[in-house]
Each structure stands twice: as C-alpha cells, then as structure tokens.
C-alpha cells in the first residue's frame, strides 16, 4: 500500500550514510534529528515500516492559520510540499529566497506549492517602503497581476529600495506598464482602505504571534529554519514527492528460493547483468525484486558514482536520502566478501537500515565485509559501469546530472 503523506524524517536522517571510500564509521544524529518510528513488520520480516509524522497545520492550536482563499498561492493545492512564506519585499533574504522558489516551481510544477503571506517590517531601519510595497502588490491582484508584480519588486528590489517614496511611486508607475499592468488604477487601488488595512493587519499578526525575521518559512506546516539555497530546498522537495510513492508495509515475500534469479540494469551507458544471492540474503533480494517490479528503480539516476570505490543507486529523489518507507535487517553471510569488482550490496546507515539504495564496487573492498548486505554479483557489463559519470550528490552543491538507471527486469530460472 502506497503512502499518502510524505516523512519530515526522510529530510534529516539519511543525508550522509553511504559508503565511505577511505573509512566506515557508525553515522552519528546530528542536532534536532528526528528518530524513525518503527512499526513490527508484518509481512517480510525483520522489516519495519517507517509511521509518518503529523504536520502542523493539522495541530488545532497552531499559531498559523490554515491556507485559505485569503492567501495567494501557485501550484496544487495536493502538492507533496506547501511552502508558506512570510516576506518583506524590502528584505534582501526574501529577495533571495524568491529567485529560489521561482526555479523550484518550474523544476516542480506538481509537487510544489508556494503561499505568499505578508510581513512588511515597516518599523525597521530601511524598510519604509516595505509596506507600501505590498499595497502594490495586493493592488496589482485586482488586475489579476500579483505574481507578476510579486516578481517584479523582487528582482528589481536594489533599484527602488534606495528611492524615495516619491521616486518609488514615480518607478512603480513606470514598470507596472511593463507588466501590462494600468498604473492609474494600481495607485488609486493601492490607497483603498481594504488593502491598507489588509498589509496593517498583517504587521501586526506577525508582531503577535512573534514572527522573529523574515523570510519566515513553513514547510508542509512545520516552521524551517535551516538553509534556504536551492540545493537544500531541491532535496527537500524531492524528498516529500518521493513520500508519494513510498509504502507503508513491508513488501510480501515474492521469491522462491529455490530458483535461481537474475537482473537486467538497463543504463544509459549500456546494460548490466547480476546474478543475485537468494540463499545468502534472501530478505535483500527479495526487496529488490519486489521494488524493480514496482517500478521504483526505473529512471532513476545513479547519485554517487566514486571511480575507483563503487556506483550506487536507488533513490529516486536523486538526493542519496530517500527511502522505501521501510527498513530491513542486515544480512551479513561470512561466505560472501568485498574481495573483487562487481559485488552488489545494500546501502545502510548502520544496523537495521536497508531499503532501497544499492552499490556496485570497483574494486575490492574488505574494510566493508560485516559491514553491507551482500547480495549479488555482476555477471557481465563491468565495462558500462566504468562509463558512468563521476558524481557526488551528497557533499556538492549543484552536481552533475549523473546517468539513469532506466529499467530493472528481472529473470526467474
């Protein structure tokens, strides 16, 4: 059964447990971490799924009101991620973060969406204008303009902060025009009672309710405090729209093992073959089959490929973070060993934490016997392995775009 809420935790928990290429040490909680809530698996065992977490805007005390058509929004309403943000259009931060949510909701146009709120720190040392800002802004709505005026205070905002009130008016009108806005109408609309009172008030809500700085952001109702670069916010995103997809019970055990099982990995780069190791790890190669049937694997990109060590795969939020919704048990058989090129094992961030991240070695690898679930070999198809782009998803800004993994076909012999 597939999950209809997404996991906050899936954004903290898995952001730097792969592999190590020099040394393997047990991953440690970073500060305000958020722990898995396992459930007893009830169909493959030694398998927990992961319980989903209550957002916010469900909490019926929250000091944030639930979205409503007083707010102005862009994307779904279904989306896997709403983001509420609380700007000032004269703060260079929420400038910033604008440019990033822009390229976030192109990259994301169903996944994403966006809530504007007001928070005009009028009262700051440089932010006069701020109000006036967001008049033009909810003035520029009545002509069914307010994300073009939106963005347009925003990319232009080291032009007319500096100005005068005057001056800003005076540029106000001739920009809107630009944005086929009428500037007469704007500016008598912007002095109507309604708007002014709307900005006013929402000063002072975010006064009251102690709104510390902007932007001030909620994601999926939970306040966010961390980083705001697209880096960040792109694996966050990805992560709640891999919550769409995720499951909520372990899988069913749909091999026999007493057959003997092989698998296709169609790349961009060519295929490769594996033979996997049903007997030795039959819990691991079960959940591969069952999650290739599914089409999890398909399209997926292969986010850290380190030449010399391993290529791994199996997330399909491209982040290295994302999981299943499950986690299983390690296998460990002392008849299998990193002991050559082509060995398949299971990514974990330590014992107990399968789920559906794989890697393929290099080369051999004995610091990580006892360490990874074994549980397959490449049979043919080394040298397309080789081909695949260097990548590091994890620990770089912006890296390159990696090669997919296009399909996973499974044989039964």
């Known amino acids: 059964m597939k999950k209809k809420s997404p996991l906050l935790l899936l954004i903290f928990i898995l952001i730097s447990c792969t592999p190590s290429p020099q040394i393997i040490s047990t991953p440690t909680l970073v500060e305000n971490q958020i722990s898995p809530s396992v459930t007893p698996a009830l169909i493959m065992p030694n398998c927990g799924s992961i319980d989903s977490l209550e957002n916010l805007e469900t909490v019926e005390d929250s000091l944030f009101p639930a ?177 769409e997809r995720q499951f909520t019970t372990c899988p069913p055990m749909v091999i026999d093992l007493s057959k003997e099982y092989l698998a296709t990995l169609e790349t961009e780069k060519g295929d490769i073959i594996i033979q996997f190791y049903p007997e030795q790890a039959p819990l691991t190669v079960n959940n591969f089959i069952f999650l290739a049937k599914e089409g999890w694997f398909d399209g997926v990109t292969f986010h850290r490929v380190l030449p010399g060590f391993f290529a791994e795969t199996g997330d399909p939020s491209e982040t290295g973070q994302g999981n299943p919704g499950y986690f299983f048990e390690n296998e460990i058989d002392s008849t299998l060993s990193f002991n050559r090129p082509g060995v398949l094992a299971m ?50 800004e912006n890296p390159p775009s990696g090669d997919r993994l296009l399909s996973v076909t499974i044989e039964e012999r």
Request: hydrophobic share 45%; aromatic share 12%; net charge negative.
């Open 67 to 243: 979205i409503s058509q007083a707010d102005m929004a862009q994307g779904p309403e279904d989306a896997a991620t709403t983001i509420i943000i609380y700007v000032d259009f004269q703060d260079p931060a929420s400038a910033a973060l604008n440019s990033v949510l822009i390229e976030l909701r192109e990259k994301y146009p169903e996944d994403l969406q966006i809530v504007h709120r007001d928070f005009p720190l009028v009262t700051n040392l440089g932010h006069e204008k701020a109000g006036f800002a967001a008049h033009a802004v909810h003035a520029a709505n009545l002509q069914g303009k307010f994300w073009e005026m939106h963005t347009l205070l925003f990319a232009e905002q080291e032009i007319w902060s500096p100005l005068t009130e005057a001056s800003f008016i005076d540029w106000l009108v001739e920009e809107s025009e630009k944005i086929e806005i009428d500037s007469e109408t704007l500016l008598e609309d912007m002095q109507g009672e309604g708007i002014i009172e709307k900005v006013r008030e929402a000063f002072i809500y975010g006064q009251e309710i102690g709104i510390p700085f902007t932007p001030f952001i909620l994601i999926n109702g939970q306040i966010y405090d961390n980083l705001l670069d697209f880096y960040t916010l792109d694996s966050i995103v990805a992560l709640y729209a891999l919550g």
């Open 347 to 396: 990514k974990n961030v330590g014992e107990g934490t399968n789920g559906s991240q794989f890697f393929i070695t290099y080369a051999a690898l004995p610091s990580y016997d006892g360490r990874f679930t074994i549980f397959g070999q490449v049979l043919s198809g080394m040298e397309v392995l080789e081909e695949l782009s260097p990548r590091e998803a994890q620990f770089r």
